[in-house]
């Protein structure tokens, strides 16, 4: 799939990559990572958009698995409010531990949506994890009462990768900047242009840039890659 240039604003929120042009995935057999991929709170891990992109993660950065499932307040078709976020880390733990356990010795990537990226940087908190970076898609900066929720974010050691639409109300990047600014650890920032909460682009927005919501889509799964893959051989 044809890939356009990243656009002026990605690269200037982008300014603590290093160049990753040119990188091949890892050979190696033992460099397949395994993912843990966490939903959101409004939809399950059945949904098309997670199905959609456990699909394209998977494939780019060659897993041995991505591993997804559905938080206790949703398992089972349940439509329940979402707890706070701190009441999902241990059920999350468990399962990242089950994970590890069935692939020892394969690298450890967290990944989640929203909701489901805080809660997995909640866990990549935890020093019996061992996650070798965690991927935001979405990122939930800002909290219901506007508050700024960066307090995890500040506690975070591994490399950090965000994937963000420009236009979600949720996570303001003039905000985000100044947060990954603050972070200990190494992290990065992928724009996606005109994209919403969930990366959805407006017809207008992508008739005027020429690309299709595929092709804007295929560009943050590179970009993920390629910092993934960064991270792998640094270790």
Sequence with gaps: MASSPPSKRMRKNSSKEDDTSGLSSPSPEKMAPVLVFAHGAGAPSSSDWMVRWKDML????????????????????KRRTPPKAEKLVE????????????????????????MGSRVSCMVACGEEIGASSVVCLGYPLKGMNGTIRDE????????????????????????????????????????????DHSFKIGKKHLSSEGTT????????VQAIASFVFKVLRSR
């Design 213 to 220: 919501q595929e092709e804007a889509e295929d560009r943050a």
């Design 58 to 77: 998977g494939k780019a950065l060659n897993a041995v698995e991505v591993v997804t499932f559905d938080y206790p307040y949703i398992s089972g078709g």
């Design 91 to 114: 059920f999350h733990s468990d399962i990242v531990k089950k994970a590890l356990a069935k692939h020892p010795g394969h690298p450890l990537i967290l990944v989640g949506k929203s």
């Design 152 to 195: 995890t974010l500040l506690q975070l050691k591994i490399p950090t990768m965000f994937v963000q639409g420009s236009k979600d109300g949720l996570c303001p990047l003039e905000k985000l900047e100044a947060v990954r600014k603050k972070m200990k650890s190494l992290n990065e920032l992928h724009v996606m242009e005109g994209g």
